[in-house]
């Protein structure tokens, strides 16, 4: 069972307590976006095998929204940060890159 801490109230949650929300640090497509780009903007999803960016919300708990970094395959969790931020914490990429040397990075 995934569990994610919330880095809003501190509580450690089951995902059976959350609701997942995504890829997380989606671009916005503009008003002078094409066709092509708006539709990958839509449609378009990375589902790496490997680290991954996610949007989850303490459904059950303080209801607030923030981002997990985890491993897709094995589950390990990286950590968390709220969500109203356009990049990853620069200690949790150190702590990625210490963990899996060979990781490419984040966008
Ligand atoms: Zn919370």
Redesign the pocket.
């Given at each position: 069972m995934l569990r994610l801490t919330?880095p809003?109230?501190?509580?450690t949650?089951e995902e059976t307590e959350l609701t997942p929300g995504g890829e997380a640090h989606l671009r916005r497509a503009g008003p002078d976006a094409t066709d092509a780009e708006f539709e990958s903007y839509l449609f378009a999803r990375k589902n790496p095998k490997g680290v991954v960016f996610e949007r989850w919300r303490?459904a059950h708990?303080?209801?607030?929204w923030?981002i997990a970094a985890r491993h897709s395959v094995s589950w390990q969790v990286f950590g968390t940060y709220p969500a109203q931020t356009t990049e990853p914490p620069a200690d949790l990429i150190e702590t990625i890159r210490a963990a899996i040397p060979t990781w490419e990075g984040w966008q």
């Open positions: 919330c809003h109230c501190g509580v949650a303490h708990g303080c209801g607030k923030f």
